[in-house]
């Protein structure tokens, strides 16, 4: 589902870059030569002309990106690549207009396809010809022998000219490899990725196709002030064409308003809209005894839902056995999105901040009618494989030949946009059933859910909230409690129960809320247990 690298090596890894200017001559835009960039002739561009450009790309037959010289990006490693570092004094935008310079990736053996770049101004587009005078590498470095044109794996923003950070070393978005994109969100760690579509993820006897940002389109900034950068992307693969508009915000966190219109050029068996891939390899609730000396290793640790009917979801992730696929069902839907919820430091003891990982969240604009969010989940055995997947999938698969439209707004931050009034799951923790200072019974499993705030607050001394749970499979045995945590923490509760009578080793789909006055005081929370 991602290029098996060592993710943060590879964030840390990626190269700093720097500006161009933009002027008007004769009435055609024109870059200032001076900063040493070269371009391509000026030709018209508008979302509508991008639009108009993959839908005639999705009647011809697949040609793909370019791969110039093969063999010798192959030499250009995961080493030598990290050795290139792009020049910041050409860096798009360094001395304005607008806020945010931008900079780019060089290809090597893990990105190998070509990105065209552009940068927009005036309803026109030219094309930055790559050259590799735009980059530092050593004398010897392969990566000399690249024909001028060949093009770039990626971009990045930095942060702006003008801020408390110094541009030159901080981004805050990168696009690199297929339809990749990340952000750093409030908390100015890279973690989890978005993807501007996801086709086939995890479908029996089918291969995942991943389609690419071919081409991108820098908007120049019209605004000096604004804390917006908009670019335009459009997307290939064999199965779809599509046009991208992101409008992407500085603020606290990282916004970005998000416009797609695909057109299909064959049938798709699960269509992903607006996918989030997340890596979780094991927390609180289940960890093999030594696998690793931190208590904690995530960049998110579950999928949060809010349904169109109003119901808030917490489903905590897994690392299950083997691939599973879980389908939420809901008819427009007001949100969902992997969370980090977990920022407590010595949870994790690592120095890469898993502390710090955004969350995100994808909010649609308009209506997406029925479907479900999915939810795929690998096995991993190390934290460099991202092996988490949740996505909308659309009840109707757009046809070949169709044009399809959609848009939402998609939140890199510390926490959910909209988060429920009820009390939030905080934690969830496994164990053998029974009681201690008994014999623990076989085949029986117990369950500790931690849940924080809300009406849990301010609950009169005496009372307790009630167990509302269900089960697919198994049954609830007498030994239920819902206790007050004792750390002193006002609204802090947790509920334990005992599973039985599971047979087999199929996974049981576990729901449960607490209430108080027989109204709902928590969110709802989900898991899938998986028997052993």
Same mark, same amino acid.
């Given at each position: 589902?991602?290029?098996?690298?060592?993710?943060?090596?590879?964030?840390?890894?990626?190269?700093?870059?720097?500006?161009?200017?933009?002027?008007?001559?004769?009435?055609? *835009?024109?870059? &200032?030569?001076?900063? #040493? @960039?070269?371009?391509?002739?000026?030709? /018209?561009?508008?979302? =509508?002309?991008? %639009?108009?450009?993959?839908?005639?790309?999705?009647?011809?037959?697949?040609?793909?990106?370019?791969?110039?010289?093969?063999?010798?990006?192959?030499?250009?490693?995961?080493?030598?690549?990290?050795?290139?570092?792009?020049?910041?004094?050409?860096?798009?935008?360094?001395?304005?207009?607008?806020?945010?310079?931008?900079?780019?990736?060089?290809?090597?053996?893990?990105?190998?396809?070509?990105?065209?770049?552009?940068?927009?101004?005036?309803?026109?587009?030219?094309?930055?010809?790559?050259?590799?005078?735009?980059?530092?590498?050593?004398?010897?470095?392969?990566?000399?022998?690249? *024909?001028?044109? &060949?093009?770039?794996? #990626? @971009?990045?923003?930095?942060?702006?000219? /003008?801020?408390?950070? =110094?541009?030159? %070393?901080?981004?805050?978005?990168?696009?690199?490899?297929?339809?990749?994109?990340?952000?750093?969100?409030?908390?100015?760690?890279?973690?989890?990725?978005?993807?501007?579509?996801?086709?086939?993820?995890?479908?029996?006897?089918?291969?995942?196709?991943?389609?690419?940002?071919?081409?991108?389109?820098?908007?120049?900034?019209?605004?000096?002030?604004?804390?917006?950068?908009?670019?335009?992307?459009?997307?290939?693969?064999?199965?779809?064409?599509?046009?991208?508009?992101?409008?992407?915000?500085?603020?606290?966190?990282?916004?970005?308003?998000?416009?797609?219109?695909?057109?299909?050029?064959?049938?798709?068996?699960?269509? #992903?809209?607006?996918?989030?891939?997340?890596?979780?390899?094991?927390?609180?609730?289940? %960890?093999?005894?030594?696998?690793?000396?931190?208590?904690?290793?995530?960049?998110?640790?579950?999928?949060?839902?809010?349904?169109?009917?109003?119901?808030?979801?917490?489903?905590?992730?897994?690392?299950?056995?083997?691939?599973?696929?879980?389908?939420?069902?809901?008819?427009?839907?007001?949100?969902?999105?992997?969370?980090?919820?977990?920022?407590?430091?010595?949870?994790?003891?690592?120095?890469?901040?898993?502390?710090?990982?955004?969350?995100?969240?994808?909010?649609?604009?308009?209506?997406?009618?029925?479907?479900?969010?999915?939810?795929?989940?690998?096995?991993?055995?190390?934290?460099?494989?991202?092996?988490?997947?949740?996505?909308?999938?659309?009840?109707?698969?757009?046809?070949?030949?169709?044009?399809?439209?959609?848009?939402?707004?998609?939140?890199?931050?510390?926490?959910?946009?909209?988060?429920?009034?009820?009390?939030?799951?905080?934690?969830?923790?496994?164990?053998?059933?029974?009681?201690?200072?008994?014999?623990?019974?076989?085949?029986?499993?117990?369950?500790?859910?931690?849940?924080?705030?809300?009406?849990?607050?301010?609950?009169?001394?005496?009372?307790?909230?009630?167990?509302?749970?269900?089960?697919?499979?198994?049954?609830?045995?007498?030994?239920?409690?819902?206790?007050?945590?004792?750390?002193?923490?006002?609204?802090?509760?947790?509920?334990?129960?005992?599973?039985?009578?599971?047979?087999?080793?199929?996974?049981?789909?576990?729901?449960?809320?607490?209430?108080?006055?027989?109204?709902?005081?928590?969110?709802?929370?989900?898991?899938?247990?998986?028997?052993?």
């Amino acid at each position: 589902m991602s290029p098996t690298l060592d993710r943060r090596a590879l964030l840390k890894a990626v190269a700093a870059t720097s500006a161009i200017g933009l002027v008007m001559r004769g009435g055609q *835009p024109a870059l &200032a030569a001076e900063k #040493g @960039l070269k371009f391509g002739d000026a030709f /018209d561009f508008s979302f =509508d002309t991008l %639009k108009q450009m993959a839908a005639r790309m999705s009647r011809d037959v697949y040609v793909g990106p370019s791969h110039p010289d093969p063999e010798i990006l192959q030499q250009i490693d995961y080493d030598a690549w990290g050795k290139i570092s792009y020049d910041t004094d050409l860096a798009v935008f360094a001395d304005g207009p607008g806020k945010f310079p931008v900079t780019f990736f060089h290809l090597g053996r893990f990105f190998q396809k070509a990105v065209q770049m552009h940068v927009v101004e005036g309803g026109m587009a030219r094309e930055i010809v790559y050259s590799s005078d735009y980059f530092k590498m050593p004398a010897d470095s392969v990566a000399h022998k690249l *024909p001028e044109g &060949a093009g770039f794996a #990626g @971009l990045r923003v930095q942060e702006p000219r /003008d801020g408390e950070l =110094d541009w030159r %070393k901080n981004d805050w978005v990168a696009f690199l490899g297929a339809s990749y994109l990340r952000s750093i969100g409030e908390l100015h760690q890279y973690g989890l990725s978005a993807r501007g579509l996801a086709l086939d993820t995890a479908v029996y006897g089918k291969a995942e196709e991943f389609p690419d940002f071919t081409q991108i389109f820098i908007q120049t900034p019209e605004n000096g002030s604004s804390d917006s950068l908009t670019l335009f992307a459009l997307l290939d693969s064999p199965s779809i064409t599509g046009a991208y508009r992101f409008e992407m915000t500085r603020a606290a966190g990282v916004v970005m308003d998000i416009d797609v219109t695909l057109y299909p050029r064959a049938a798709i068996s699960r269509f #992903g809209i607006a996918p989030l891939t997340s890596m979780y390899w094991f927390s609180e609730t289940a %960890k093999p005894t030594a696998i690793d000396w931190r208590p904690e290793i995530h960049d998110s640790d579950g999928l949060a839902l809010y349904t169109g009917v109003g119901e808030h979801i917490w489903r905590p992730l897994n690392n299950p056995p083997y691939i599973t696929a879980s389908a939420f069902g809901d008819e427009n839907p007001r949100g969902f999105g992997l969370l980090q919820r977990d920022r407590n430091f010595d949870h994790y003891q690592d120095g890469v901040y898993y502390d710090r990982r955004p969350s995100a969240w994808v909010e649609p604009k308009g209506s997406w009618g029925k479907g479900a969010v999915q939810l795929i989940e690998l096995s991993t055995d190390d934290e460099i494989h991202d092996n988490i997947v949740a996505m909308w999938v659309p009840e109707v698969t757009p046809a070949p030949g169709s044009e399809f439209s959609y848009g939402y707004r998609l939140y890199w931050s510390a926490d959910e946009p909209d988060p429920t009034p009820l009390a939030r799951c905080v934690a969830t923790r496994l164990s053998n059933g029974g009681q201690p200072g008994q014999p623990r019974p076989k085949g029986v499993r117990k369950f500790m859910v931690e849940f924080l705030g809300g009406p849990l607050t301010d609950v009169p001394f005496g009372v307790k909230p009630k167990i509302e749970a269900t089960t697919s499979r198994g049954t609830f045995t007498d030994y239920q409690l819902v206790e007050a945590v004792p750390d002193g923490v006002a609204g802090h509760w947790r509920a334990q129960f005992d599973l039985a009578g599971v047979e087999g080793t199929d996974p049981v789909e576990i729901r449960l809320f607490l209430s108080l006055d027989g109204k709902p005081a928590t969110e709802t929370w989900l898991f899938q247990y998986h028997p052993f």
